[in-house]
Antibody
């Protein structure tokens, strides 16, 4: 079945970096993009960015520019999201989701990972 | 960026009630709108895409309508498993943006 499986929970100190993985299976990885969404405790959904699994193109949310990097490994069908210079307000559940390669993203984020909790605390 | 405004932010309803949630985009997004349902501790799941197309496996009591800037999600007869938070999301262009969410609670 089509699924995305994310890496486990992380606890980091302010200023550190975190790298979350998202392993895809059950579909042709390079025919889709992967988008990352985070959700702070008790808050709504925040789009972080997108990467094409076809050619590695990326588009990041402006507020995270310079701190976030998204990559893919087509051999292992795994996507990665790295967030640097962590702050307490980066504490959130981070989700990866499958999405189309080109706009409009008609079907939305149709397959989601289970989420990875990242806690930033001194 | 396209701003998405959802209302109400919460609604109390009883099993069997009809519930309507609205979503307004700050500019026209044609029919490029997606509705999600999220339960506590779980990832969101797609209910409606393309403003009005029902995702496979989603019960027919869910329906979506609208175009351009104004959209609606309707639950025709609320069931116990429908108590959750609902989000709209514009699928027109990056940055993708979500509405603030509507929590559907038991009355």
């Amino acid at each position: 079945q089509v699924q995305l499986v994310q890496s486990g929970a992380e606890v980091k100190k302010p200023g550190a970096s975190v790298k979350v993985s998202c392993k895809a299976s059950g579909y042709t990885f390079t025919r889709y993009g992967i988008t990352w969404v985070r959700q702070a405790p008790g808050q709504g959904l925040e789009w972080m960015g997108w990467i094409s699994a076809h050619n590695g193109d990326t588009d990041y949310a402006q507020k995270l520019q310079g701190r976030v990097s998204m990559t893919t490994d087509t051999f292992t069908t795994t996507a990665y999201m790295e967030l640097r210079s962590l702050r307490s307000d980066d504490t959130a559940v981070y989700y990866c989701a499958r999405i189309e390669l080109t706009a409009p993203y008609y079907y939305g984020m149709d397959v989601w990972g289970q989420g990875t909790t990242v806690t930033v605390s001194s | 960026d396209i701003q998405m405004t959802q209302s109400p932010s919460s609604v109390s309803a009883s099993v069997g009630d009809r519930v309507t949630i609205t979503c307004r985009a700050s500019q026209s997004i044609s029919s490029w709108l997606v509705w999600y349902q999220q339960k506590p501790g779980k990832a969101p799941k797609v209910l409606i895409y393309g403003a009005s197309s029902l995702q496979s496996g989603v019960p027919s009591r869910f329906s979506g309508s609208g175009s351009a800037t104004d959209f609606t999600l309707t639950i025709s007869s609320l069931q116990p498993e429908d108590f959750a938070t609902y989000y709209c999301q514009q699928a027109n262009s990056f940055p993708l943006t979500f509405g603030g969410g509507t929590k559907v609670e038991i009355k």
